[in-house]
């Protein structure tokens, strides 16, 4: 399944692959793709979109279904 966050606080590198991380630590199959410029975070896996959201809200960043 599909799942996309807005990130609005993902402002670098640093920040995509502290998010990838959070993500896939949850979601081990997880496709993480990222566009940086428009703070958008796309996740392709079988994991629910709460499970991910909370991955990635418990690294400090706010997710925001997009």
């Known amino acids: 399944m599909k799942t996309e966050f807005i990130v609005s606080d993902m402002t ?3 920040c995509v ?3 990838t991380r ?3 630590d949850v979601a081990p199959d997880a496709a993480v793709q990222t566009d940086l410029g428009a703070h ?3 996740i392709e896996s079988s994991a629910d979109a709460a499970t991910l959201q909370a ?3 418990e690294e400090g ?3 925001q279904p997009a």
């Open 17 to 19: 692959q502290t998010i």
């Open 12 to 14: 670098c590198n640093h």
């Open 22 to 24: 959070a993500v896939q």
């Open 55 to 57: 991955a990635i809200a």
């Open 40 to 42: 958008r975070v796309t």
């Open 61 to 63: 960043y706010d997710a």
